[in-house]
């Protein structure tokens, strides 16, 4: 408990930090007054509107500004929606979680039995064939991966749709696009951890029980195996999301990277502003969980 | 003196006899020398573009958009991998693609290295409140995926080749810094950087003549495996539309231009993708055949 | 001590390593037996095939090794023929392990109660609670101070001498006949050593169980065995009771062992390290095994190996004692 409050603590620099970065950038975006009010707007209604967005204070108190918003949870109007922005990007939440949660699953229940298998028959054909599919599946861009699913299953055999959220059918096809690489990743992790458990004493202690093979795999050197391999996806969060964002844009499904593919091409700062800070806190936050759920999964390591 | 010979003779011997391992080593995997393969085919196929490429990459050619590939019916000899929306010809395209890939692959990584080692260096190396300071800097960074912080700040400061090549290298330097810093760490307790600090030598001086040096072979390894994941990261930005600009041809770009045509037109979307897929492939193979011969015991994530 | 009543008899075992196009024959024709409530001890340096032999009882031997020949006859059962399935209810039931190095022999992320439980509830039809009550009891009886605060206990939690008394537990779980004790005090400092050989003493006495204690601590094997073999390079190179093993050792190999290790009453001796290493296992000498180490070496234990000879229930394969036994005769 006291490591966590540590590391929480921790994390509060870096927030600051990051509500620097996404600050800067926006700044360096140059005048968005320009962008809000028509081109042909009278030069006293951009200075109003300058003054009430304190566009005319100094960076630095500019910058205090912001985070005194920030630390209310306000970003700001988006200008395409009219609203405060923070509720907009929430709203959109749910979708890509929602979008992440079946990539992982997905990614689960392709790399444990493929993961187990090539480890334990090294160099078999079957071994030749996932590892070689795990590398393969490591060098798709996702996003092609994505069309080809579509062209396959929607175009050819019309079996499931292109685009949008609802039912599960919609999720399928996404959800095997973003899950892909990750599976190939953990394959190639438990394969390696398997390959190095295997190996040890306590594998062979617990065949001197008498116990059934598919026990000692699946209890014994399973349970070993999956502690980094937790830890590594929750530490993945940054880039399942990164991927979840191009996935998204592939099939139309309307989550947080969909917005904000929008809002960059819209120049809508404060959707911007708040999609990333959103995204870096549930990254922070995945981080620190998986720091907690490894103390948790291996007894190995003290907790108090 | 005779004491020194034997010294040096066998130093001499010692690298020879690397070399011979590492030399044989690159024959023993199969892997390797197909992951080698591929990637001077590539790279063959990048430098001698305008001698092989069939037509001009840019020419349109209104009488003959969206030609199927030869062998498929309605295809011609002519156009070998069939042509695009406006009848430029696919094949011509790709080889030129292959360009661009490499380019912004490379150039991106030398950015994110110069940066990361540098940081990496002065982080481990002096330690205390610079080194915290830096690790939370790194921290933010991580917390933020790449695809999204590169797509924020493309959006803001418009795509060109130029700017994708230093915003992917501002963003990528993460990786390098900490492997750097962690390596920096225990090194720094080895003997010979401590006899040099009695001695008097300057900091500068122990950075890179004492310390860089004993980092290369790690960051080899991650150089290589990252250019796979910045030639994704490239393809990825040009087919969300805020990468490689015409007239310059990305493989991300064609990619994007045959989405339209998906469903009559296969071939526009499915080439690119299946160069990316095999060039990132040829990549990943050469940098695990890497990875084995410096460490085979090593633990960097190649995470993509 | 009844050579009538064997155990386990193992008759001319071969357990070959297989590493490229070469051959590595760790274990190179061994026999010997195990009578009930005897308990045998295995000597030899490392690399000498004497954990392979106990390994090669249970079947536990990984590729790329292999038993290429020979039989282990447990009772009337060829314990090298049995069938995958046989193999699992010999284990930990009739044939129990105790590994060297406890931390690494325990599951590191299960408790220990639950790997003895798990050991009883695999041969015996019996609830979870009656299993848990079981892995307590065995607990006691190994002598651990609050069984149930440490049935909950992790392995690396425990001190050594803990998780060895929780192997050993783990070990008399099924009831076995025969306990495998591969090293079992090496990782131990002198004193939990003693503690643990006492209570391996105390269990064979209590419930007749036989063991077969593979160590290469002369002191050890004084302290606990009946019956002493000593292996060499895959072999086995002399045979006999402990004391008449301890009076008068007749293989070169076994005297080298005994001046390399210190006594009680010989403070000031020098000890005397062995010559020479264990021959690489890939090209064992021929003849002799140990002709390259010997002191006394001849020229025919160049060329030819001597066999096994018996004299008075004491074996030895040497071609000194050989010699001298046919000097006597005439």
């Excluded at chain 1, 994505?146 to 399928?172: C, E, W």
């Excluded at chain 1, 969060?237 to 990164?242: D, K, N």
């Excluded at chain 2, 002519?78 to 360009?99: A, C, F, K, P, W």
Aim: include cysteine.
């Amino acid at each position: 408990m006291k490591y966590f409050i540590k590391r929480l603590i921790q994390a509060v620099p870096v927030l600051f930090i990051i509500s620097f970065i996404i600050f800067s950038l926006v700044y360096m975006a140059g005048d968005p007054v320009l962008l809000m009010l028509p081109e042909d707007a009278p030069q006293e209604d951009k200075q109003a509107l300058r003054e009430a967005l304190n566009l005319d204070e100094p960076f630095h108190v500019q910058y205090m500004t912001f985070v005194g918003n920030l630390m209310q949870g306000q970003f700001g109007k988006s200008f395409t929606y009219g609203q405060e922005a923070l509720p907009i990007v929430l709203e959109r939440l749910p979708a890509t979680i929602e979008l992440a949660f079946a990539a992982i699953f997905v990614a689960t229940i392709i790399s444990i039995p493929f993961g187990i298998w090539s480890a334990t028959k090294k160099d078999s054909l079957g071994d030749v064939f996932i590892s070689g599919g795990a590398v393969l599946g490591k060098a798709m861009p996702n996003f092609w991966l994505g069309i080809m699913l579509i062209l396959l299953f929607s175009v050819y055999l019309g079996a499931l749709p292109v685009s949008g959220r609802g039912t599960i059918f919609h999720l399928i096809l996404p959800a095997i696009t973003l899950g892909t690489g990750i599976a190939a990743q953990i394959t190639r992790l438990i394969r390696s951890n398997m390959l190095d458990i295997l190996h040890q004493e306590y594998i062979r202690t617990a065949r001197s029980k008498g116990l059934k093979e598919f026990l000692v795999i699946y209890k014994h050197a399973l349970r070993n195996s999956l502690i980094p391999v937790v830890t590594i996806m929750a530490l993945q969060t940054s880039s399942l999301i990164g991927g979840a964002i191009i996935t998204e844009t592939v099939f139309s499904w309307p989550g947080l990277g969909q917005l904000l593919i929008q809002a960059i091409n819209t120049r809508d700062m404060a959707i911007v502003q708040a999609s990333v800070f959103v995204v870096a806190l549930l990254v922070i936050m995945m981080n620190l969980l998986a720091d907690v759920m490894y103390r948790f999964l291996d007894p190995r390591i003290n907790l108090k | 003196m005779p004491s020194l010979v034997n010294e040096t003779s066998n130093v001499k011997s010692f690298t020879t006899r690397k070399r011979k391992t590492l030399f044989s080593q690159i024959f023993k995997s199969r892997t390797g020398v197909l992951g080698l393969f591929i990637l001077t085919l590539v790279v063959l196929i990048a430098l001698l573009a305008p001698f092989i490429s069939p037509h001009d990459p840019a020419k349109v050619d209104i009488t003959a958009t969206l030609l199927p590939p030869s062998w498929v019916e309605g295809g011609s000899a002519e156009h070998l991998l069939g042509t695009d929306n406006m009848g430029r010809d696919l094949l011509s395209r790709i080889i030129y693609g292959s360009q661009i890939s490499l380019l912004v692959g490379i150039s991106s990584v030398v950015v994110a290295g110069l940066i990361g080692v540098l940081i990496g260096l002065v982080s481990g190396y002096y330690g205390g409140w610079i080194d915290n300071v830096l690790m939370r800097i790194v921290d933010a960074f991580l917390s933020i995926p790449n695809i999204l912080f590169t797509l924020v700040i493309l959006g803001i400061f418009g795509p060109s080749l130029i700017t994708l090549i230093l915003v992917i290298g501002a963003t990528n330097w993460v990786n390098y810094a900490r492997i750097v810093r962690s390596e920096v760490l225990s090194l720094k307790e080895r003997e010979f950087v401590k006899a040099a600090k009695t001695m008097g030598v300057r900091d500068f001086f122990i950075l890179f003549r004492h310390l860089l040096p004993n980092v290369v072979s790690s960051l080899s390894v991650v150089s290589t495996l990252s250019v796979a994941t910045t030639i994704i990261l490239e393809a990825s930005l040009s087919f969300l539309g805020l990468g490689i600009k015409p007239p310059d041809v990305s493989w991300g770009g064609i990619l994007s231009d045959g989405r339209d045509y998906l469903a009559t037109h296969w071939w526009v979307a499915t080439f690119p993708g299946l160069a990316i897929t095999i060039t990132v492939l040829g990549i990943i193979l050469v940098g695990d055949w890497l990875r084995d011969i410096f460490d085979p015991r090593s633990n960097i994530q190649n995470d993509i | 001590m009844n050579a009538v009543d064997p155990l386990l008899q193992i008759e001319d075992l071969k357990t070959y390593f297989y590493s490229g196009d070469k051959v590595i024959p760790s274990v190179d024709g061994v026999s010997f037996h195990i009578n009930k409530g005897e308990i045998v001890a295995l000597v030899g340096e490392s690399g000498c095939g004497k954990s392979v032999t106990s390994l090669s009882i249970l079947g536990l031997i990984d590729s790329p090794g292999k038993i290429e020949g020979g039989r282990i006859l447990y009772h009337d059962l060829d314990l090298t023929r049995l069938s995958q399935k046989e193999k699992l209810q010999i284990r930990g039931k009739e044939i129990s392990i105790i590994f060297q190095e406890p931390l690494a022999a325990l599951n590191p992320v299960f408790t220990v109660g639950y790997q003895i439980q798990e050991n009883i509830m695999v041969h015996e039809r019996i609830s979870k609670k009656k299993a848990k009550a079981k892995a307590i009891d065995l607990l006691i009886k190994v002598g651990i101070p609050h069984p149930e605060k440490v049935y909950q206990n992790y392995p690396h939690s425990l001190s050594g001498g803990m998780r060895q008394r929780v192997m050993i537990a783990m070990a008399l779980s099924g009831n076995p006949k025969l306990i495998i004790a591969d090293e079992p005090t090496t990782a131990l400092d002198v004193t939990i050593q003693a503690q643990i050989l006492q209570l391996l003493k105390e269990i064979t006495e209590q419930q007749r169980t036989s063991i077969l204690f593979i160590t290469h601590d002369l002191g050890v094997v004084a302290e606990i065995a009946d019956r002493v073999i000593v292996m060499y390079a895959g072999q086995v190179v002399e045979q006999a009771d402990v004391y008449s093993l301890f009076d008068n050792p007749k293989h070169p190999y076994t005297k080298a062992l005994f001046n390399s290790s210190p006594k009680m009453d010989q403070i000031d001796e020098e000890l005397t390290a062995i010559e020479g290493a264990v021959p690489s296992p890939f090209e064992k000498p021929m003849g002799c095994k140990f002709h390259t180490r010997c002191p006394y070496v001849m020229g025919k234990c160049k060329s030819i190996s001597p066999d096994l000879e018996e004299n008075n229930g004491h074996l030895v394969r040497c071609w000194l004692s050989t010699e001298n036994a046919k000097s006597e005769v005439t």
